[in-house]
């Protein structure tokens, strides 16, 4: 269905890779148009989500408390955005699910270690401890703009009885 200008599909399992591809380009400068519309109306609002953001950030530094966690650190926060919230421990596959439980979703962002990825396959034969042992134990904690100090509390609250 088109409305106005735009191609709206109800079912995507019943689009074939051939129209998909044919999409891409047409009406592509439509859609550059309203991103743009958009992205300029949500930039009159970045500093503030910046600055919650950094509020988030700064709570969970402040209050997470479990040894068996390691925060990140950094030297001036207002050089910071936190687009994520990324902590590690070695418990992170049942911190996940533990969190989970309670309705935190909580992600791994780059689940794969680069020299493990089809993309450098070249690499894969290299041994990296390192690099495979934070690759197991990363998690991205919940920050986001909208985030509510009782839901950040909540957060912190549940990661520290998990891992007290």
Same mark, same amino acid.
């Given at each position: 269905?088109? +409305?106005?200008?735009?191609?709206?599909?109800?079912?995507?399992?019943?689009?074939?890779?051939?129209? @998909? %591809?044919?999409?891409?380009?047409?009406?592509?400068?439509?859609?550059?148009?309203?991103?743009?519309?958009?992205?300029?109306?949500? %930039?009159?609002? %970045?500093?503030?989500? #910046? +600055?919650?953001?950094?509020? #988030?950030?700064?709570?969970?530094?402040?209050?997470?408390?479990?040894?068996?966690?390691?925060?990140?650190?950094?030297?001036?926060?207002?050089?910071?955005?936190?687009?994520?919230?990324?902590?590690?421990?070695?418990?992170?596959? /049942?911190?996940? /699910?533990? @969190? +989970?439980? +309670?309705? #935190?979703?909580?992600?791994?962002?780059?689940?794969?270690?680069?020299?493990?990825?089809?993309?450098?396959?070249?690499?894969?034969?290299?041994?990296? =401890? #390192?690099?495979?042992?934070?690759?197991?134990?990363? %998690?991205? @904690? =919940?920050?986001? =703009?909208?985030?509510?100090?009782?839901?950040?509390?909540?957060?912190?609250?549940?990661?520290?009885?998990? @891992?007290?």
């Amino acid at each position: 269905m088109i +409305k106005n200008g735009i191609e709206f599909v109800e079912d995507l399992e019943k689009i074939t890779k051939s129209e @998909l %591809l044919s999409m891409k380009g047409v009406g592509k400068k439509a859609v550059d148009e309203i991103q743009a519309a958009m992205l300029s109306v949500k %930039l009159k609002y %970045l500093d503030n989500e #910046i +600055k919650n953001r950094r509020a #988030i950030a700064n709570y969970y530094v402040k209050n997470i408390s479990s040894q068996n966690i390691q925060l990140p650190s950094w030297e001036d926060i207002e050089s910071h955005v936190f687009h994520v919230f990324v902590i590690r421990t070695k418990f992170r596959d /049942q911190l996940q /699910q533990y @969190l +989970k439980s +309670k309705n #935190i979703i909580c992600i791994v962002h780059y689940p794969i270690a680069p020299h493990n990825q089809e993309a450098f396959s070249s690499f894969s034969h290299y041994k990296l =401890p #390192i690099t495979e042992s934070i690759h197991n134990e990363v %998690l991205s @904690l =919940p920050i986001g =703009p909208t985030q509510t100090v009782d839901q950040t509390q909540e957060i912190v609250f549940e990661i520290n009885k998990f @891992l007290s």
